[in-house]
């Protein structure tokens, strides 16, 4: 799809430590699983689940992609290479400061710019063959500085729950809410350059405090980051792309879960 920016680069952050699956010999991003049958009723193959969000982003037309490893995850580049094989063009950065997710992001920050981003969290699995074609295509008619992808969710307390008014507009991100009204929460993303920025120098201005605080450091989410850009102005709009909610294998009860499916579907 083309749109205002010379290109739309997928980004991945992948330097988890999975310290909710302790049980685990290998990177959460490399687990084995499988969704459903293929339409002729005959079990497909396992895949490993990065690979899907992979497949989502190849299907928008985006074939450049950078992951951000912690040291140690060797065994994603060994399995995916240089993306040849699933046809994109893969390359893979170290993870810098231990800050969070958005600190892990903006590592690619020389790389990604003055490009389109489309965000996508390596351990979650989602249907829909063309979420983010339809994100890329309401950046396009809002010029909206982020839009994000919605789910439906029973799960409030391990996710952002996401406000939004009747234009689809967010309102506001509650990171991890016990309580809720709210029903949907994001997963997936579409940022400018705009926001790329922001969110560098947003870190940049934070980065001190939390060096000063090492013994007390709160990890820092990328909703908070969205949060922080509505309450200076930055549009963010949304976009419902499922109604089913994604399956976060870093959770053991949702992983269980996947490993029944692929039982039963073999």
């Not at 920016?5 to 290998?26: C, H, K, M, Q, V």
């Not at 922080?228 to 419902?240: E, N």
Request: proline share 6%.
């Amino acid at each position: 799809m083309k749109t205002q920016f010379d290109e739309i680069i997928g980004l991945i952050p992948a330097a988890g430590r999975a310290t909710r699956l302790p049980s685990l010999t290998g990177s959460k991003e490399m687990i084995p699983v499988e969704l459903h049958k293929t339409e002729d009723n005959v079990s497909s193959r396992p895949r490993v689940v990065c690979e899907y969000l992979l497949e989502h982003m190849k299907k928008a037309g985006i074939t450049k992609v950078f992951m951000v490893l912690r040291e140690g995850k060797w065994d994603i580049p060994s399995h995916f290479g240089d993306g040849t094989e699933m046809g994109i063009n893969l390359a893979y950065l170290l993870m810098g400061l231990p800050y969070g997710p958005p600190f892990t992001l903006d590592q690619a920050y020389p790389f990604v710019q003055h490009a389109l981003i489309a965000l996508g969290f390596p351990d979650i699995v989602f249907e829909s063959d063309d979420a983010y074609t339809r994100l890329i295509a309401k950046q396009k008619e809002t010029r909206a500085d982020v839009v994000l992808g919605l789910f439906p969710t029973e799960q409030s307390v391990n996710v952002d729950m996401v406000q939004v008014d009747d234009d689809s507009r967010v309102r506001q991100i509650i990171i991890k809410p016990s309580r809720t009204t709210l029903r949907h929460t994001w997963g997936i993303a579409v940022w400018t350059p705009v926001f790329t920025r922001f969110m560098h120098e947003y870190l940049l201005t934070i980065q001190g405090e939390l060096e000063s605080s090492k013994n007390n450091i709160h990890e820092l989410h990328v909703g908070d980051v969205i949060q922080t850009a509505i309450d200076h102005g930055l549009q963010v709009m949304s976009v419902v792309v499922s109604d089913k909610p994604y399956i976060d294998i870093g959770l053991p009860e949702n992983l269980a879960r996947i490993k029944v499916n692929i039982s039963d579907n073999r």
